[in-house]
Every structure is written in C-alpha cells, then in structure tokens.
Nanobody, 119 residues
C-alpha cells in the first residue's frame, strides 16, 4: 500500500502560514516526482507545486514566492510551506505520487487536507 497521507491543514487568518506534510510508504518515493494539487468548491483541481525526484520544483503562478515545496527522501515525506496565505488559497489540498521522476501522470493520491484562510 502506497497511499500518501496528508496532514497540517487547518484554519488560518489571511497573511498567516501553514506547513502541509505528505508521508508515503514504499520504496518508490525516492524515485518519484511528488506534487500538491488543490480543489476549491465549485472549481477544478489545479496543480499548486511539484518536485522531481532530483529536487527540481515548479509552482503555479498564483503561489510563486509564497509557497515552497520540499522533500525529505529519508523520511518519505514531502512538504508544502505556505506563507502569506490569502482567502483564495482556501481549498482541499491533495498530495500525489507521480508515475515517473518528473511530474506528469499521478500514480497515487492522498485523501486530502482542508486549508481554510479566513478572518
């Protein structure tokens, strides 16, 4: 079973920070790209950030300069540090394990964690 498990979501005020974590078991973690998507009510799921097995990261324009994705292969964990949060960042955030070392097709999805940005 390689089900990713997200944690770290919650309620935060605008301008605040949260760090999401995604832990996954199995030997494929270190050779797979990882990514975070989000889905807000009534909207399509969108890619927020991804990181290749070699550590190269990419971000959606809407989060550049505010969010940072990182990975710790020794812990089989990927993180999403979210700073300067805005109400429009409110969504369910999903972690995905890619099917290759660079981000593309997703092999496994987590259950998601709710992030709510509100005063």
């Amino acid at each position: 079973q390689v089900q990713p498990v997200e944690s770290g979501g919650g309620l935060v005020q605008p301008g605040g920070s949260l760090r999401l974590s995604c832990a996954a078991s199995g030997s494929i973690f270190s050779i797979s790209a990882m990514g975070w998507h989000r889905q807000a009510p009534g909207k399509q799921r969108e890619l927020v950030a991804s990181i290749s097995s070699g550590g190269r990261s990419n971000y959606a324009d809407s989060v550049k300069g505010r969010f940072t994705i990182s990975r710790d292969n020794a812990k089989n964990t990927v993180y999403l540090q979210m700073n300067s949060l805005k109400p429009e960042d409110t969504a369910v955030y999903y972690c995905g394990i890619g099917a290759s070392p660079t981000w593309g097709l997703v092999r496994y999805w987590g259950q998601g964690t709710q992030v709510t940005v509100s005063s």
